[in-house]
């Protein structure tokens, strides 16, 4: 068991009541492409991989990031299976849509309480150059900033 499946555990345990901790694998990933962390549909459920940069990453920066997959897992386990195939269609074929989703799924993960791990995610991955698609979703200003309104 690598540490990112006692994380995904913990995070489900305290976030996502909904989600069976079996039903979600997870695994680094040596990724060329500019995804920090993404999901996919394996047969017995979904995978979740991490960009192998992010192994040094500390512990809630992790949580943060494997939040932000097991919202994206919620959201396509909550439509059905034709909704799925349109929102992947309408995902990969329009911006506007992909920013309203990765959107709407930061906000599910701040409102779970793994906002703080994202924003800190999101701001180490700037500092150390690593790639990722900072053009869609909240940015981490905006997650603090729901963050202070919550207090
Ligand atoms: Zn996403």
Same mark, same amino acid.
């Given at each position: 068991m690598n540490d990112l499946t006692i994380i995904k555990n913990s995070v489900i345990g305290r *976030? #996502?009541? /909904?989600? =069976?901790? %079996? /039903?979600v694998e997870i695994d680094y990933e040596k990724t060329? =492409? %500019?995804?920090l962390l993404y999901y996919c549909r394996n047969h017995s459920g979904f995978y979740i991989r991490v960009n192998?940069?992010?192994?040094? $990453?500390p512990p809630r920066m992790k949580e943060g990031g494997i939040a932000h997959e097991l919202s994206h897992v919620v959201a396509e386990k909550t439509r059905g299976k034709r909704t799925v195939a349109k929102s992947y269609q309408l995902y990969h074929t329009f911006k506007i849509f992909r920013d309203l989703e990765e959107r709407n799924i930061d906000l599910d993960v701040t409102l779970r309480g793994f906002g703080l791990g994202l924003a800190e995610l999101f701001e180490y991955a700037k500092r150390d150059n690593i790639? #990722? $698609? =900072? =053009?869609? *979703?909240?940015?981490s200003e905006e997650i603090r900033a729901l963050l202070r309104l919550r207090k």
């Open positions: *976030g #996502y009541p /909904e989600l =069976n901790p %079996k /039903e060329r =492409n %500019k995804w192998s940069l992010l192994r040094d $990453a790639p #990722y $698609a =900072n =053009n869609l *979703g909240l940015s």
